[in-house]
């Protein structure tokens, strides 16, 4: 499994939002699939103290062979309802690319499956003990 981390900026902007940015990630490898989380943000309005509103933060990613594009969306806004404040921010991530499967060959030299792991025993279920007081006539 590799790891990469990564961040996109957002400069000051007002009049409009959410808005996307992008980030590439290279690998030592093609990539056959991948995930890209958030690790962090830092976001904020420009000049005066607001209550915040609305917050809409996203990623999403796309594969071209080694390269993982990152697409990060930020959006801010009060609670007036429009995008009349500038804001802008900083999300952090992390993309990682599993490790690839290489395939078991037996002496033959034909595939083999992967062995199965022992199904998990079921758990037992506590017993449950009830305490009943007797009832009063």
Known sequence: MEIRTGSI???????SGPRAATSDVHF???????????????IGFDGADHHIGLLDVRLDSEIDGDLVRVTGTLGLRDWSGNWDDNYD??????????????????????????????????????????CRAPLSR
């Open 9 to 15: 900026s957002f400069s000051p902007l007002r009049g």
């Open 28 to 42: 030592a490898r093609e990539v056959e699939n991948a995930a890209c989380g958030l690790v962090g943000y830092s």
């Open 89 to 130: 921010g900083v999300l952090e991530f992390a993309a990682r690319r599993p490790a690839a499967r290489t395939p078991r060959t037996t002496q033959s030299g034909i595939d083999a499956p992967e062995p199965s792991s022992p199904s998990p025993r079921p758990r037992q279920r506590p017993k449950l003990h009830s």
